[in-house]
């Protein structure tokens, strides 16, 4: 079992930055993914971007391509989600998983709320 717990979240304006983490604990692990999905009101969630565990690889949803950094502290369990030039539109619960043996995000966390007021 995975634990994972996010921090972070909060009110920023229109072009702000916030800098999202998620500390795991329980289970280790060595390789697979870190991700963040998030949830809009009234919508479903989605993928934002992940890291591979083990090398660093990287991938992000289009929408926040060149504005999100995802990274990670293998040292610490924590995987980091930059956000910077927010738009009202990344307002969501923002979310963390990890999957470790095959595609399915096995782990989530709470959730942690990202408002941006314009």
């Known amino acids: 079992q995975v634990h994972l717990v996010e921090s972070g979240g909060g009110l920023v304006q229109t072009g702000g930055s916030l800098r999202l983490s998620c500390a795991a604990s329980?289970?280790?692990?060595?390789?697979?993914?870190m991700g963040w999905f998030r949830r809009a009101p009234g919508k479903e969630r989605e993928f934002v971007a992940a890291?591979?565990?083990?090398?660093?690889?990287?991938s992000y949803a289009n929408s926040v391509k060149g504005r999100f950094t995802v990274s990670r502290d293998t040292a610490k369990n924590t995987v980091f989600l930059q956000m910077n030039s927010l738009k009202p539109e990344d307002t969501a619960v923002y979310y963390c998983?990890?999957?470790?043996?095959?595609?399915?995000?096995?782990?989530w966390g709470q959730g942690t709320q990202v408002t941006v007021s314009s």
């Open positions: 998983a990890v999957r470790i043996g095959g595609l399915r995000w096995e782990y």
């Open positions: 329980g289970r280790t692990f060595s390789s697979g993914q």
């Open positions: 890291v591979a565990w083990s090398v660093g690889t990287t």
